[in-house]
Each structure stands twice: as C-alpha cells, then as structure tokens.
C-alpha cells in the first residue's frame, strides 16, 4: 500500500514537471531507423527540413512486424510530435494505422502490432495536445502548433489492451506509462479544482 502511494506522488510530481510522458520521455533506440530527428536534450527534435508530407508513408514504411516495440514507440512519439504541427498528417496517419486494424479483422487476422500501433499514437496525439498545460513551447512554436485542446474523443488504452491480449509482448510498458499518467493527470486536475 505505501508502495502505491509513493509511486502515485512520484507520478504526479513526474507529470507536474516534465510533461506529458508519451511526448516528453525519449526513448533510446540506438541506431535502429526510425524518423528524422536531431539527438539533444530536449523532446522536440524534430528537423526543420524534413518533409511532413511523407510522414504516414514513412512511419508505414518503418513499422515491420520485426521492429522491436520500443522503436514502435519512440518513432509513434516522433510522428506525433511531427503531426502536432500538420492537423491533416495526424489526420491522415490515424486513419491508414486504424485502416490496418480494420482491413485484418476483415481478413480475419488479428494483428496485434497493428492493434498497438493505431492505440500508441492514438495515446500520444492525446498526450501532444497537452503541451500547453506544460508551457512547453515558445511563442512562435504555439503558433505553428496545430493540434490543440483536448478534443480526441478516441481512447487507444484499449487498443494496447486488445494488442496483448492477441499475445504482443513488450507492449505492458506502454500501458503503464498511459495508465500513470492518467492517474498523475486527474489527481492534479482534483487539486487545482479544488483551490
């Protein structure tokens, strides 16, 4: 029990300070492939020059049935951050990762990276548009930001739920990261609806 509530104070204190988790924490993924993106310190690596155009060709392209989950992850949290600034590419990549879902449960396959993929970016397209909360971008970056408040009325935890429950393995991480978060997120809305 003490256990629990320690993790749920760090949690909350993680979320207070750094920002959504799905957008903020990097992943290190050596050099597997995954988008263009500049190594820093920061979260936002985006590269100016890359062409935003191609993003759900390209995150089509990486995602193989042999990419390791945590390279899932880290090149989803990419394209999220990448679409935040271009509505039509979330658009359009939300679509093609829900599109693969539904054309395997058509075909009667059950694909459980499909499954965790359109749930992750789901999650993390929710998770970008709390950049705000966080006053995480400069005045000309809000500018450029096209996905704002909270209007995703999508939820991809069930999603990576469905994906482990088709046998995915690694995938836990993920949910646990969404799951903290939530919690961490709630208590604080609490907190400041209560002062």
Not at 93 to 101: F, G
Not at 173 to 186: N, S, T
Request: proline share 3%; hydrophobic share 45%.
């Amino acid at each position: 029990m003490k256990l629990r509530i320690l993790t749920a104070i760090l949690g909350l204190a993680a979320a207070a300070m750094a920002g959504p988790p799905l957008i903020c924490e990097r992943i290190e993924i050596g050099t597997a492939q995954s988008l263009p993106w500049r190594n820093g310190n920061g979260w936002d690596g985006t590269e100016k020059s890359y062409d935003v155009s191609k993003l759900t060709g390209d995150v089509l392209r990486l995602l193989t049935a042999s990419m390791p989950v945590t390279v899932r992850m880290e090149t989803l949290r990419r394209a999220a951050i990448y679409a935040a600034r271009h509505e039509s590419a979330a658009e359009q990549l939300s679509a093609r990762l829900l599109a693969r879902v539904a054309d395997g449960a058509a075909a009667g396959r059950q694909d459980p990276l499909a499954w965790f993929d359109a749930g992750y970016f789901t999650e993390a397209l929710r998770q970008v548009t709390f950049v705000y909360r966080y006053d995480m971008l400069t005045a000309a970056e809000k500018a450029q930001w096209k996905l704002r408040g909270e209007k995703l009325g999508l939820d991809g935890r069930g999603w990576i739920g469905k994906a482990i429950q088709l046998g995915g393995k690694g995938m836990e991480q993920a949910v646990a990261k969404i799951e903290d978060y939530r919690q961490a997120d709630l208590k604080h809305h609490k907190q400041v609806a209560a002062k």
